[in-house]
């Protein structure tokens, strides 16, 4: 059984700053890529940002310059942080991670979801 935990989610006026996390546990082989995603009420989920296992890193263009994603493959742990937030990043936030239980086994995991609120 593998899980992922997510914490680091709350309230912040704009401009401030935010840091997420999400830990992977079980019975894990090895992490491939890990990232985040968000779905805000009565949106589609979008891509945040995303780091694989070699560190590269891709982001969205809405949060390009604000938000660094980086990782800690010893805890098997990725970080979301997040500065000059803006009302519209407002959302639920969601780890993932391709994650192989066994040399041939790999699938898809999420995290519960963090609320992000970022008031005006």
């Known amino acids: 059984q593998v899980q992922l935990v997510e914490s680091g989610g709350g309230l912040v006026q704009a401009g401030g700053s935010l840091r997420l996390s999400c830990a992977a546990s079980g019975r894990i082989f090895s992490v491939n890529a890990m990232g985040w995603y968000r779905q805000a009420p009565g949106k589609q989920r979008e891509l945040v940002a995303t780091?694989?296992?070699?560190?590269?890193?891709n982001y969205a263009d809405s949060v390009k310059g604000r938000f660094t994603i980086s990782r800690d493959n010893g805890r098997n742990t990725v970080y979301l942080q997040m500065n000059s937030l803006k009302p519209e990043d407002t959302a639920v936030y969601y780890c993932?991670?391709?994650?192989?239980?066994?040399?041939?086994?790999?699938?898809?995991?999420w995290g519960q979801g963090t609320q992000v609120t970022v008031s005006s």
């Open positions: 993932y991670s391709r994650i192989f239980v066994g040399l041939l086994t790999g699938d898809d995991y």
């Open positions: 780091i694989s296992s070699g560190g590269s890193t």
